[in-house]
């Protein structure tokens, strides 16, 4: 049987979405630090204009830098296009705002990043878009959330702080049987770990400032687009299937089919809400790409060898990584991950909030700050930071416990993570 | 875009410029075709630019594709003659764009319901299309391995670096997306009739029409030397030769291709 001849991932890591540059032979990305194109004719001006030909007219749109990054996301991500944003939180802004409409209505895990369920929980309500939370574990949760005005369903394929790994097939089985698409936040995977448009999601959604950024220095986020829903079906998603006035009348669905809400993202998100990332950072973000399959394999070995530490340490409650064998979906991991469930994990200290306290000051190698997915090994106390804006009900309802330390597992020679932890497990146990 | 054929509704791109059959405007009607197991949308590049600069554009899904009305019709004659009802539908005659499947039934269409077709531009086309057996059937299985096997092989080898002239899309993942999201057995149909058809080059002798051909010299499915036949029987014919493009020119190099349908439709 032949094969798809197509470059494989560690390849398109290094080269989807780039040749080198034709007039100067650059090899590297180049930044192309411009905010405007000049057009060949008036007529090309308007043709680009009205989405009649393709091209970069203002960067707030488009730009050639970051036109790399995105065409490198979506290639490994198996989509048919992507949009990059100045966040992860613009982009699921973008994808929501997209999508919904006032009056629709979202389920969505309750297990996400702290500033995802303000965003869905606090904000969106304002203009009209409520959302349900339900447990990622439990479809049946997922399905009978559904309401007539659900447009959409979005959970992460690894919950944060909890690291709870979504079924990916089940909950797509789900928002697919009821005409829904499934958005997921896939930050803490990377395309490396898993794909989820491969597993049925619609929808991917990225922090690039994270894993696939890897070194903490820039900031951006991504919508990847699975090209694979049908928008037009059911009637449900008027943006992309009615006629749209911004665009003297376009009809997304019907001049772009599978590429419909890429094109409207950029085309009205974009322009409209205009959360652009810059091309410096797009080249930065690329740095990280570019070496993404080298990282995660390092960053997984090294986690293993810190659960395997935490685990026999006496100062620690409980370890939650989908690695250790107590997870709940230890099992589920194994199947969807069979190359690690990420570098992040949670664990709970003996003494609770004071000796989390403790540990927290008492680690020298590791960095104290609101961020994961860097190459250096990174702590934090969600109760008191990142999750800091939820109530304590939804706190207990997400599983963050106020002893609870999440732990971003970093690039260092895995001894001396480890023996900054035990050093600073030791100390949190000293009143 | 809906309108009927044979009592089946057809779903078309028109640029979200209205297209009406009683339209007196001197403005030519311009009928895109697709491939095997595509859709309208691979005209993209080209349906709305047509639509905004003095055309009429249709790029229709063809029967049992994207979101006309089935069943598909199982040979390229069959084809050709829904193309002269889809001409008689809009109040034709068509210019009409093939490519790939496509090129064979406009060629057909021109060849046999000539009264139908004002002109041709074909693209990505031989005088036969034998199909790579492991394609075949991947594809008579609904295997997306078929539309995988596609996604590679249609686009020249830029394309698997990338570089989509629309910014932030993927041209070989939303081929491979078009292709997989088609119909169950749409693919395996089409490429049993592509690898059977055999009258392409008695199909071209018989034309009169205006034509032009776009011919990628990298192009795998349909390699330039299997169009020579066509072009040497095409003796009116235009030919625009690419020299980096596959078998998709429309998606690769759209901006030569929107300037060979300006230069065509302005000479037919």
């Known amino acids: 049987m032949v094969e798809p001849d197509h470059h494989r991932f560690d390849t398109r890591a290094l080269h989807a979405g780039q040749r080198p540059d034709p007039t100067t032979g650059s090899r590297a990305v180049p930044i192309h630090q411009t905010t405007s194109y000049v057009f060949d004719s008036v007529d090309h001006a308007a043709g680009l204009f009205n989405l009649e030909v393709s091209g970069h007219l203002y960067s707030r749109i488009s730009n050639p830098t970051v036109a790399v990054l995105e065409e490198r996301l979506a290639s490994l991500e198996g989509g048919v296009g992507a949009v990059c944003t100045s966040s992860g939180q613009a982009a699921l802004h973008l994808a929501v705002a997209t999508i919904l409409n006032a009056g629709d209505h979202v389920v969505a895990s309750r297990n996400i990043y702290g500033g995802s369920h303000n965003l869905l929980n606090l904000t969106m309500p304002r203009f009209g878009i409520t959302t349900t939370f339900v447990d990622p574990r439990d479809p049946d949760a997922f399905s009978a959330a559904i309401r007539p005005e659900t447009r959409l369903v979005f959970a992460e394929t690894l919950g944060n702080p909890g690291i709870e790994v979504l079924d990916v097939a089940a909950i797509a089985e789900v928002a697919h049987a009821h005409g829904l698409p499934l958005a997921v936040d896939s930050t803490f995977a990377t395309p490396y770990l898993m794909r989820p448009i491969e597993h049925g999601a619609d929808i991917v959604i990225h922090s690039v400032t994270k894993f696939l950024g890897g070194h903490g220095v820039a900031i951006g986020g991504v919508v990847v687009d699975g090209g694979r829903f049908d928008w037009a079906a059911g009637g449900k998603f008027p943006t992309l299937s009615e006629p749209y006035d911004g665009y003297h009348g376009i009809t997304f669905t019907e001049e772009f089919g599978t590429a419909a809400l890429s094109m409207r993202a950029r085309a009205e998100g974009l322009r409209d809400f205009g959360g652009c990332m810059s091309p410096a950072n797009a080249f930065y973000l690329l740095q990280g790409v570019e070496t993404l399959p080298l990282r995660m394999a390092r960053h997984v070995d090294n986690t293993h060898r810190v659960v395997e530490m935490l685990d026999a340490h006496d100062a620690v409650s409980w370890i939650s990584h989908p690695s250790h064998p107590s997870h709940p979906d230890h099992e589920l991991a194994a199947r969807l991950y069979p190359n690690g469930a990420g570098a992040i994990l949670s664990f709970g200290v003996h003494g609770g909030r004071e000796a989390g306290r403790r540990f927290i000051e008492a680690v020298g190698l590791a960095s104290h700050l609101a961020n994961v997915g860097d190459a250096k090994t990174l702590v934090i106390h969600p109760g008191s930071t990142t999750h800091q804006q939820m109530s304590a009900d939804d706190l207990a309802a997400a599983g963050i416990g106020e002893e609870l330390i999440r732990l971003s597992v970093g690039l260092e020679d895995p001894d001396d993570i480890c023996d900054d932890l035990s050093r600073a497990l030791r100390a949190s146990q000293k009143a | ?268």
């Open chain 2, 1 to 268: 875009m809906r309108f009927d054929v044979d009592g089946r509704s057809v779903h078309a791109a028109t640029g979200a410029v209205p297209v009406d059959g009683t339209d007196a405007t001197a403005r030519p009607l311009v009928l895109l075709l697709h491939g095997a197991g595509m859709d309208r949308t691979v005209w993209s590049q080209q349906t709305r630019w047509l639509a905004h600069h003095d055309a009429r554009a249709v790029a229709v899904d063809l029967p049992g594709h994207g979101r006309s009305d089935g069943p598909p019709l199982g040979s390229i004659a069959e084809l050709a003659a829904w193309v002269a009802a889809v001409a008689e539908a809009l109040g034709g005659p068509v210019h009409v764009v093939g490519h790939s499947m496509g090129a064979f039934i406009g060629l057909e269409a021109a060849a046999h319901h000539a009264d139908s077709v004002a002109s041709l531009v074909l693209m990505g086309l031989g005088a036969a299309m034998p199909v790579h057996p492991d394609l075949q059937a991947a594809a008579d299985a609904d295997d997306p391995l078929a539309a995988d096997l596609m996604a590679g092989w249609m686009h020249g080898p830029d394309q698997k670096f990338g570089v989509n002239p629309t910014p932030g899309m993927t041209m070989t993942g939303t081929s491979r997306a078009v292709i997989e999201t088609s119909p169950d057995g749409v693919l395996g149909l089409d490429l049993a009739m592509c690898a059977a058809y055999d009258g392409a080059a008695d199909a071209a002798a018989a034309v009169t029409c205006p034509t032009t051909l776009v011919l990628g010299r990298l192009d795998r499915m349909t390699p330039r030397r299997a169009a020579q036949p066509i072009v040497d029987v095409l003796a009116h014919a235009m030919v625009v030769e690419l020299a980096t493009a596959g078998h998709a020119p429309m998606m690769e190099e759209p901006d030569v291709v929107r300037s060979a349908l300006a230069d065509h439709l302005a000479r037919a």
